[in-house]
């Protein structure tokens, strides 16, 4: 299989203009962040969610924040951080951040869930976890390896990720069939 080194996580992508007002969105240090929970966990993992972004909330300024329904408007309620938010999880908010995965407009992804919890959308989250897996960004499923990733010395300094070049691959397979 063939890499492709896709994206520059120290530099970011600048997103567009009228995703968050007022914020460091533009700024080309920014890093792009998807900060969510799966709506079964309810009130448990929200709440770590977002005191835990409250905690932290003079690094993840230098952040451009994204994250789906409630967890969105909930984090930027309690800490004052600017925070896009997307539909919620089972309307379509999954399918989202991970069409910002695939264009290159999120470095990395905090996505807390309840591993005790049936989670009713099962198959939209699996989708953006698999998404995140082929377009090798970094998930934390769990606090411990939020405050990891948030703390690593990548978070400033270039980190090229490897990614497959699915075009090549389709191309072969299309080549193999002639």
């Known amino acids: 299989m063939e890499f492709d080194n896709r994206i520059d996580a120290g530099a970011g992508h600048k997103p567009e203009a009228d995703l968050v007002e007022g914020s460091m969105a533009g700024d080309a240090d920014s890093r792009q ?33 994204c994250g789906t329904g409630t967890t969105a408007r909930l984090i930027a309620e309690k800490t004052g951080l600017p925070v896009k938010g997307y539909n919620s999880g089972p309307l379509g908010g999954d399918q989202q951040i991970g069409a910002k995965i695939v264009e290159g407009q999120i470095d990395f992804m905090i996505f807390l869930w309840d591993p005790l919890e049936a989670q009713p959308h099962d198959p939209d989250v699996k989708a953006l976890l698999r998404i995140a897996v082929v377009y ?19 978070m400033d300094e270039t980190y090229d990720r490897r990614v497959q070049n699915f075009n090549k691959t389709v191309q072969e397979r299309v080549e193999q069939m002639k």
């Open 33 to 65: 962040t998807a900060l969510q929970t799966w709506e079964q966990a309810l009130d448990g993992k929200k709440k770590e969610l977002v005191d835990w972004c409250d905690r932290n909330k003079e690094i993840l300024k230098s952040h451009f924040l």
């Open 136 to 154: 090798d960004i970094p998930i934390a499923n769990n606090l411990a390896t939020a405050d990891f990733m948030l703390h690593s010395r990548y």
